[in-house]
């Protein structure tokens, strides 16, 4: 898939082989301050049960990025999305989401849902590909240097992309 005029990547299917990578991106991607990243085990515990799949974005061979789901009966969620650095802003995720979107509907899924923190600039791509903030969780989120973050709630109607 080649959605930028500079970096050409794919988007794939994921599992726990790809775990290495993604934990590759997710310690490049995740600001420590926010305490957001999960670790190997964490991610390979949720990877392991059923209705959760995983996408992971390659420049060549690279890891550059992936996102990680889970389906839940006619709903989904969006747990994790990102993006290394390097390959930021060529629209690596916005391709993930979408690659997210469209196999959440071949799945029957009606809406997805997500969390942010608030802040996050994630909120824009969340924006852009139709997403509304249907809640807000106070206090949420507790930063590295204790200072609080609300998190607020999104959902994407399916079956309109
Ligand atoms: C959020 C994130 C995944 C976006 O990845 P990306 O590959 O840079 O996003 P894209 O290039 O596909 O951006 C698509 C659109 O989203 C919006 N967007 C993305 N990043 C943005 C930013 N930092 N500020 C403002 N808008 C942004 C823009 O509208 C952008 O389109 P444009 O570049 O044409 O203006 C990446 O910044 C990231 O990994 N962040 C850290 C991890 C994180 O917080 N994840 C979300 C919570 S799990």
Known sequence: ??????????????????????????????????????????????LGLPGTWLLIARADEDPAGFALLRTIADEAELLLIAVRNRYRRQGVGRALLSQAMEDAQAESVGQLHLEVRSGNPAIELYREAGFVQVGTRRGYYRGRSGKVFDALTFKRRLGVI
Not at 20 to 36: I, L, N, R
């Open 1 to 46: 898939m080649t959605l930028a005029a500079d970096l050409a990547f794919r988007i794939e299917s994921g599992g726990m082989a790809d775990l290495p990578d993604v934990m590759v991106a997710m310690g490049d991607a995740f600001d420590p301050e926010y305490g957001e990243a999960w670790t190997e085990a964490q991610c390979a515990g949720i």
